[in-house]
């Protein structure tokens, strides 16, 4: 049979991955999808490189989307312009998408896929999620029996990267963020990785596919990591726990929970022990319990082994009649739910909250009555003395309590004047059966 033809839109760290892998292990892969896939062009910005794999490369897209013996585009160029220009007109002209970027699936996903289901073509975005982890086949296909009842994952391997080399190796913050950048790891703005835009693009199109809802990017509760500090690091291993970057989303009665922050995990789940470039996703379905999953979540061939993959499933089925087609976002396409996202203040959680106040009489008093009149219950509390002797700082745990109630909480023992800085709040998840 002759082989598919691929075009390529971007030839950087995933592209280089994709063409590496290809070239070691191109007929093997050939004995899996049926056919072999030739890579017949990348469209790139500069043509001034190293290109070991003698890749044809252009700087006009067009010679790649309206080449008609294309069969798939494969987008790893990143951003929403012009990726979404080029995936749309790739569609127009009949060719199947394979994308990694979660960005635009995140935000633009519902137009993007409702496209492609009127031209009754393929967007596979395998590599979108947790780099290497196969995610969205095993949400998709592989619990297609269970309801969904949350999912928690460590889905930002920069992110996870920074606070593993800050914990164990007390390295800076921006220095590491460095080295990530350097080894291709990072986004192409990595404030992306830090504040949390990333996990959330993910954790959208997670909870899409893992409750039957449309891509809601906006919905997201998003906080980074760029404010946790190496006292609470070591504060939360004395109560217990490990900080991770967390995206979590959950169906409760009234709605979804969407959110993305930093997580204290008590230190014996599997989860709360992933480090370095490593995601690890938990799901817990009601047939089949928890389901973790954990691999490489970036990196040049780990992302390229998630795109293949996805080449691989659409060569298998492109004579396939569509109705046969694993859909989208898991659901069919006319039954997806619009059950709504809860706002941050109707979550429900337990708080770590490390505060420095003055140590004289009275004060914690005063704390932990304003905690008890919002209904908080401490669970855990340690007071160390500061170096200046003036103020010390109080960290506690508290029960399961309403964001809308801790908020408020925070305002008035934050009014009282007590404080020398605001109110460090990190919210904590148990990770079972929650
Ligand atoms: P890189 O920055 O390494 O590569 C991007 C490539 O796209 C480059 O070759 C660049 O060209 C090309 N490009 C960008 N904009 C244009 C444009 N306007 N016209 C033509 N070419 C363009 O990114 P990555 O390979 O790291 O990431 C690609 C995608 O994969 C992103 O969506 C990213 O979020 C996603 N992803 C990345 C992972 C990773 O570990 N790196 C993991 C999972 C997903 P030039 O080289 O000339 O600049
Ligand atoms: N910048 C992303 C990360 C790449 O660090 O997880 C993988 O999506």
């Known amino acids: 049979m002759k082989p598919v033809k691929i075009g390529l839109l971007g030839f950087g760290t995933v592209g280089n991955g994709i063409a590496s892998v290809l070239n070691r292990s191109g007929d093997e892969i050939a004995r899996r999808a049926g056919r072999k896939l ?158 949390g835009i990333d996990a959330a693009h993910k954790l959208t199109i997670l909870a899409s596919i893992a409750f039957g809802i449309p891509l809601q990017f906006d919905k997201v509760y998003i906080e980074g990591i760029t404010k946790i500090t190496r006292e609470d690091v070591q504060y939360a291993d004395e109560f217990g726990y490990n900080i991770k970057h967390l995206g979590l989303a959950k169906r409760k009665q009234s709605g979804i929970e969407l959110r993305v922050h930093p997580t204290l995990i008590p230190k014996k789940r599997l989860i709360a022990n992933v480090n370095g470039i490593m995601n690890a996703i938990l799901v817990k379905g009601d047939a089949v319990g928890p389901v973790l999953s954990y691999g490489a979540g970036a990196g040049s061939e780990p992302t390229a082994s998630a795109v293949i993959a996805d080449l691989v499933d659409v060569v298998r089925t492109l004579n396939a009649d569509s109705s046969n087609r694993v859909p989208h976002l898991a659901f069919q396409a006319d039954r997806l739910s619009n059950f709504p996202i809860l706002s941050q203040d109707e979550i429900k959680t337990a708080y770590y909250l490390r505060m420095q106040a003055l140590d004289k009489p009275g ?38 309590v309403k964001e809308q109630l801790m908020q408020t909480a925070i305002t008035e023992i934050e009014s009282l004047n007590v404080l020398n800085q605001k109110i460090a709040l990190i919210r904590i998840e148990s990770l079972w059966g929650s």
């Not at 929403?80 to 633009?108: C, E, F, R, S």
């Not at 393929?122 to 780099?131: I, L, Q, R």
């Not at 908080?376 to 340690?382: K, L, T, V």
């Open 363 to 400: 004060v914690l008093a005063e704390i932990t009555r304003i905690l008890s009149q919002n209904n908080i219950s401490i669970e855990q509390m340690m007071q160390k003395k500061s170096n200046s002797g003036e103020s010390a700082q109080i960290i506690m745990t508290t029960h399961r």
């Open 38 to 195: 030739e890579i017949v062009g990348a469209c790139v910005r500069n043509l001034d490189r190293n290109n070991p794999y003698n890749i044809a490369l252009t700087t006009d897209a067009n010679l790649l989307l309206d080449n008609p013996e294309i069969e798939i585009i494969v987008e790893i160029m990143g951003g929403h312009n012009p990726a979404k220009k080029y995936i749309t007109q790739a569609l127009n002209n009949g060719k199947h998408v394979v994308t990694a970027n979660k960005a635009l699936i995140a935000v633009h996903g519902n137009d993007i896929f409702k496209l492609a289901q009127e031209q009754d073509l393929m967007v596979a975005f395998e590599a979108a999620v947790a780099g290497g982890i196969p995610i969205i086949k095993i949400i998709r296909e592989g619990l297609a029996s269970n309801q969904i009842e949350w999912l928690a994952g460590i889905i930002n391997g920069t992110g996870n990267f920074i606070l593993t080399e800050m914990k164990e190796k007390g390295r800076d913050f921006a220095e590491v963020l460095a080295q990530a950048q350097a080894l291709g790891y990072a986004e192409a703005d990595p404030a992306f990785d830090v504040e």
